[in-house]
Nanobody, 118 residues
Framework: QVQFVESGGGLVHPGGSLTLSCAVSGIRLSMYDMGWFRQTPGNQRELVARSTIIQSTNYVDSVKGRFTISRDNAKNTVYLQMNNLKPEDTAVYYC????????????WGQGTQVTVSS
């Protein structure tokens, strides 16, 4: 069974940086497109960054130039480097495999809370 364990969130001031990690088990990461999603209260999860098996990346417009998704297939881990954080980036962040812009698996990790506030 696939499992995702996200970590690295926290409280940061506007303009600050964080790096999120997602340890994946149950699948071979190199065979799957992967994405980072975020969710705020009352809203659906939003895909913000995607990394494909051919190492291409895509981002939602609101994070382009500030977030970088990467992966270490040997460690079965996906990362999200977040720079110049803004209050509107405050959310719980999750990872999952992606099919287009949708999550591939129904199971989700616990997520990691990112709060951007002065």
């Amino acid at each position: 069974q696939v499992q995702f364990v996200e970590s690295g969130g926290g409280l940061v001031h506007p303009g600050g940086s964080l790096t999120l990690s997602c340890a994946v088990s149950g699948i071979r990461l190199s065979m799957y497109d992967m994405g980072w999603f975020r969710q705020t209260p009352g809203n659906q999860r939003e895909l913000v960054a995607r990394s494909t098996i051919i190492q291409s990346t895509n981002y939602v417009d609101s994070v382009k130039g500030r977030f970088t998704i990467s992966r270490d297939n040997a460690k079965n881990t996906v990362y999200l480097q977040m720079n110049n954080l803004k209050p509107e980036d405050t959310a719980v962040y999750y990872c999952n495999s992606v099919w287009g812009t949708e999550a591939k698996f129904d199971s989700w990790g616990q997520g990691t809370q990112v709060t951007v506030s002065s």
